[in-house]
Every structure is written in C-alpha cells, then in structure tokens.
C-alpha cells in the first residue's frame, strides 16, 4: 500500500505541477480558473488518498465542501467576465 | 409575501432530496434526524424561494438502470479518448461547433441532455435555444461533416433514453411513432 | 489480498484522470478544448477514487455520503463548464482557424444582421458579439 501511495503521489504532483503551469501562464483568467478549477481536483484527489492511508473517513465533508467551491468560484468569474482583456 | 403559492405536491421531490442529502451528510438514517431533517428542510425550501421545477410525472426505473450502464461506458470510453488525444494529438486538434435540435420542448428534458452531454467528454454545450429547443455544442476531435453527423446522431439517442427514463407521455408517443416510421 | 490491489488499482485510475487533466491543460490549443480536458475526465476520476474509498472501508453507512458527493460533482460540472465555456465563446477566446465548422457563428451573424424581436426570438445570439449583456 506504501508503494501505491508514492506512486499515485507522483502522478498527482506532476498533474499539479502541469496545471500551475497552466495558471502561470495561461493568456486569459478563463484558462487561470480552469486550472485552479484542477488543482482543487487533485487537493480532493489527494484527501481520498489520505483517507485511504491513514485509514479514517475525517476528510469527507472537505471533500463536499470542495467541490462546491469550485463550482461557485468558476460561476463567478464566468459570470463577471467581460471582452475587456 | 406576494409570491404565488406553489402546491406541497410539487416542491415534495426538493424536500425528498433535502432530507436524504441530511441523512447522508449525518451518516445517520435514523427516524429522528429524518424527522428534522424534514423539518429544516420544508422551512428552508419556503424560506429561500426558488421557481418551481416543472417535472415531466413520469419516471421509469425500468428504463434509468440500462440507461445508468450506457452512461457509465459512455463516461469510461470517452474519458481514456480524452487522455489518449491529449497525449498524441495535442495541439494538432480539430473541432467544431454544432448546432443539434432535440425533439423535447420541455425545459427540463432539454436541461437534462445538456447535463448528460455535458458530462460525457468530448462535447459541451454553449449555448442553448430554448425557443427551437436546439443546443450548440463544441464538440472536441470533429474533423469532417460526417463526424459531426455522428456527434448529431448520438446527441440524439441520448435524448432518445432520457425520454424513455423520464419524459412526458407526449414526447414518449412521439418517439415511439418516429421509430415505428424508421 | 484482491482488495488490496482492486484499492490500488481504483486509486492509480483516478490519480491518471487528474493527469489527464493536466496534460490536456497544458496541450490542447485554446479555452474551449482545454476545457474538456480539464472538466470532464474528473467525472470518473473522482467516481474512481470514491470506489476505491468505498471498497477499502466496506461499510454500507458510507454509501450514501458518497454517492452525495459524486451528484453534487455530476449537478455541479455541467454547469460551470457551460458558464466558463459560454463566457468564453463571448469574448472569443477561441481559435476559429481550429473549427471545422461553427452553425453558432452562422445563428449569431443571421441575428446581427437584423432585428430579431417578437415570438421566434433565440436566447442565443443575444450579446453573441461580446458578451455585452454581463
């Protein structure tokens, strides 16, 4: 199981890594929430991990909790966004 | 207080779903937290107004399992595509946009598709024509006129299922008719 | 033993999901395809890592929590990905040079051209040049 979690840890960093990219970079604030939007993915992604390694269940809410702040935040910036560039 | 009063019978499914998201966010399904469950959420559901969602009164069981296991192959199969072009194609990429045409006039059967579509990988909807019930959709990977028929094609017998699982009985007569036609 | 690598393997299938996700960020040319690469593999990703969870602990009380979480993801996606990709199309972040064929132009050029009131008016081209309605 040790090594399922470095590898999987592994993975979500490079995933991590390539969205920061993409939120560093990325030419309009669509493509920065977009990415943000990503990185709260893998945050969840690794909570189940540590769920799963330390055998407890105290993340699930935050899991909840993560998703619906990622809806409302891309919602509100699409919303806001305008042909200013 | 001049809204127009809204019948118990038709905000009962927004309760139903209330309660159980209680239950579940407790971990407790016992009658009592039910109970208050309820209770919050018939105040909360008359407190914070919402427009009602019209539902169609029909819902078919039956028909929801097979239509859950496409769902599921549809999500399986297109999301390793996804990975699959991103990884090979890249920036190389073709699409398109393409307007579909549904058969249903009813908002939430049209809503309905959207969402199902929209979960899929490899289409998104941008735009909705509710007057024609029609959808724009940027549909990744279209190459050809004929893959974007393909992509009209499947749209379409996704709405196909959605009306058997839960459309109106107008809409369920018409379907049957069109493919007794074909 | 079995349960050990089905866990396993559930969590590597989500973890490739999220990799997915930042490899199509990173590659795919414009808002609009990044945002299938980005929203949309997360689905099963978050559906996997969920089982994964779910099989580990083998108790039924779970289920329903769980469940609850994926539909929130399923209400919730859809709705910000159209929203994002709405506001995009507006602002035209997109590469045109990359369609194949667009019918929305055609609708949103067609609605420009002249007045478009009373019964048959569309929601869609309205702001279509801009996103001046926000």
Redesign the interface.
Known sequence: ?TV?AY??GG??S??????L??AVRG??I??R???L??VL??I??AL??N??VN?H?DN?IL??TI??I??IG??T???????R? | MNRRHIPLITELPLVIWLV??W???W?D?SPGNLVFGALIAYVVVNFFYLPPVELTGRFSVLWLVPFLGRFLLQ??T??VQ??W???TR??T???????VALRSHSDFLVTAT??AI?????S?????????S?L?L?C?N????E??EAVRRDVRATEAWLIRVMGSSRDLAALRAEEASR | MVH?VV??AL??G????????????????D?????????????????L??L??AV??RSW??V??????WV???????????????????????RRD????????D?VARAADGDHGG??????PDGGA??DR?
């Open positions: 199981m399922v590898v999987m993975i979500l490079v995933a991590a890594a390539l969205a990219y993409r030419p309009s669509l493509d929430v977009l990415a939007d990503v993915a893998i969840g992604a189940v991990l769920m799963v055998r269940l699930l899991l909840v998703s619906l990622g809806f891309s919602v910036v699409a919303r806001f966004v305008t042909d560039k | 159980l998201v239950g579940a966010l971990q399904f999500l399986v297109a999301s996804v990975f072009l991103a990884v890249g920036p990429l073709r699409n398109a946009v393409v307007a959207g969402h929209s979960l899929i990988p490899g998104l909807v941008l735009e909705v024509d509710r007057s024609t029609t724009y940027h990744l279209v190459a050809s006129v893959d974007a | 050990d866990v396993s969590l590597i989500g973890a490739l999901m999220s990799l997915a996700a930042g490899i199509g960020l990173v590659r795919f040319p808002l609009l395809s990044r945002m299938h690469a980005a929203t949309k593999p997360q689905v099963l990703g978050l559906l890592l969920l994964a969870l580990d602990n009380i779970l329903p929590v769980l469940v609850l979480c929130f993801q399923l209400l919730t996606s859809p709705v910000s990905a159209h929203m994002v990709g709405r506001a995009g199309y507006r602002t035209r972040h997109l990359l369609l194949t064929l667009d019918e929305l132009d609708v019964p048959g008016r569309t929601d869609a801009g996103g926000t």
